[in-house]
Nanobody, 118 residues
């Protein structure tokens, strides 16, 4: 059974940067597309970014395009999310998951809290 462990969140001022990491174990990580999702208080979980199994293709939500960059290191079973020019509206718990047919497909990890102060 796959396990996902997210890390790297924290408190940052608007305009700042954070780099999130998600380490996966338990199955063939390099065979799956991976994605980042987030859930703000009182809101549904939403898609943030995704990356193909090879890393050759990426996609982003319009709200983060140009500010966030997703990447992966299959040798380390890890996917990353570099977040720049952070805004208060980016405040949320961030989760990673495998992606199949454009939807999250595995069990969720505990997530990592990102808080952006104005």
């Amino acid at each position: 059974q796959v396990q996902l462990v997210e890390s790297g969140g924290g408190l940052v001022q608007a305009g700042g940067s954070l780099r999130l990491s998600c380490e996966a174990s338990g199955r063939a990580f390099s065979s799956y597309a991976m994605g980042w999702f987030r859930q703000a208080p009182g809101k549904e979980r939403e898609f943030v970014a995704a990356i193909s199994w090879s890393g050759g293709s990426t996609s982003y939500a319009d709200s983060v395009k140009g500010r966030f960059t997703i990447s992966r290191d299959n040798a380390k079973n890890t996917v990353y999310l570099q977040m720049n020019s952070l805004k208060p509206e980016d405040t949320a718990v961030y989760y990673c998951n495998s992606v199949v047919a454009g939807k999250p497909s595995g069990d969720w990890g505990q997530g990592t809290q990102v808080t952006v102060s104005s």
